[in-house]
């Protein structure tokens, strides 16, 4: 492991430790030409999941990307951060877990879109009004209107 302060190769392990989560191994290091002190982690390497776009394109899945787009959905909304991070953390973990290579950007945003109606209304049509790509008012309207009528039963 390279030393981050002087780029020297020896260095030896002072302590191991598995992190909070268990998914880690953290390791502090002391380099032995600056003896400096520095931390590392080791993670299992993961299958390296592919999103496919709606044009085809692939890209690798990106956690940050749908953190943002619930988060922006969720703007003055009583829903924590916590809660969010949870969700996209087994939303991650049952697509590593089903071992597939691909994933459709439509199945994730149906998930997002089904837990957002679950957790808040109004975060759902924020987040619905995105993905689903609305074109004019009407089709927001007829979306709102379904969810009232769903409303309605309950």
């Known amino acids: 492991m390279k030393c981050p302060f002087c780029g020297a190769l020896n260095n030896r392990v002072i302590d191991s430790r598995l992190s909070?989560?268990?998914?880690a191994i953290r390791r502090r290091r002391?380099?032995?030409?600056c003896g400096r002190r520095?931390?590392?982690?080791e993670h299992v390497e993961e299958i390296s999941l592919m999103?496919?776009?709606k044009d085809?394109?692939?890209?690798?899945f990106n956690r940050q990307k749908i953190l943002d787009g619930i988060k922006k959905a969720c703007q003055k909304r009583p829903i924590?951060?916590?809660?969010?991070?949870?969700f996209i953390d087994e939303l991650e973990q049952g697509y590593q877990e089903s071992g597939l290579k691909e994933i459709p950007t439509s199945?994730?945003?149906?998930?997002?879109?089904?837990?957002?109606?679950e957790w808040d209304k109004v975060a759902y049509v924020r987040f619905a009004s995105v993905y689903k790509d609305f074109k004019d008012v009407s089709e927001f309207m007829r979306e709102l209107?379904?969810?009232?009528?769903?409303?309605?039963?309950?």
């Open 80 to 86: 924590s951060i916590n809660k969010i991070e949870s």
């Open 56 to 60: 085809g394109r692939r890209e690798p």
């Open 107 to 117: 199945d994730i945003g149906e998930k997002v879109v089904r837990k957002l109606q």
């Open 145 to 154: 209107k379904e969810l009232l009528s769903h409303k309605d039963e309950k």
């Open 38 to 41: 520095f931390t590392t982690y």
């Open 51 to 53: 999103v496919i776009k």
């Open 20 to 23: 909070k989560e268990g998914t």
């Open 30 to 33: 002391q380099c032995l030409s």
